[in-house]
């Protein structure tokens, strides 16, 4: 009964010890010649946006085209190439949706004025319903609208012509 007992524990010690050393190795480790290139990188890889994990920056993403795309930028970095030339490498090769803020083309126009629309006609929707609805009971100063006093006028001469019956 110990023997299964001690098996079991070392298959447990070993596959913690394989995992562990696994998360280890996935670190990049990048040498620069100076601070500057090193921040232009690390701007870089928190700009862009990997093409397969939809929403993660290549810094954040483990995938393996993530990886690709970060020793993209370290090379062209340490080549001395500029930010904006390593972007519009990256957009030539990705398209657009490798920055987080994509230009104002017109193959983009309706995701850039499709909420300023939505609003515009709303105001306006409300504007037009607000009105109909103000010039539909025209009120006095009191607070007595045509309605209101063409019933008042109607009950009043009911009661007149009920008591001029009695």
């Not at 862009?48 to 920056?57: A, E, I, T």
């Not at 290549?58 to 393996?64: K, M, W």
Request: proline share 3%; with cysteine.
């Amino acid at each position: 009964m110990k023997m299964p007992m001690l098996v079991l524990f070392l298959m447990l010690g070993l596959s913690l010890l394989t995992t562990g050393t696994s998360a280890v190795a996935a670190i990049d480790v990048y040498d620069f010649h100076n601070e500057q290139q090193e921040k232009q990188f690390q701007a870089l890889t928190h700009t862009l946006r990997c093409p397969k994990c939809q929403n993660n920056s290549i810094a954040d993403s483990n995938a393996a085209l993530a990886q690709d795309l970060r020793q993209k930028v370290y090379d062209m970095t340490m080549a001395g190439k500029s930010q904006q030339e390593i972007i519009d490498y990256m957009t030539a090769r990705y398209g657009n949706f490798v920055t987080y803020n994509p230009p104002f083309t017109w193959s983009t126009a309706i995701l850039w004025l499709a909420p300023l629309m939505i609003i515009l006609t709303g105001l306006v929707f409300m504007f037009r319903r607000t009105r109909r609805l103000h010039r539909g009971s025209v009120q006095t100063e009191d607070g007595w609208g045509e309605e209101q006093e063409s019933r008042l006028q109607a009950l009043l001469t009911d009661d007149e012509q009920e008591e001029d019956k009695q």
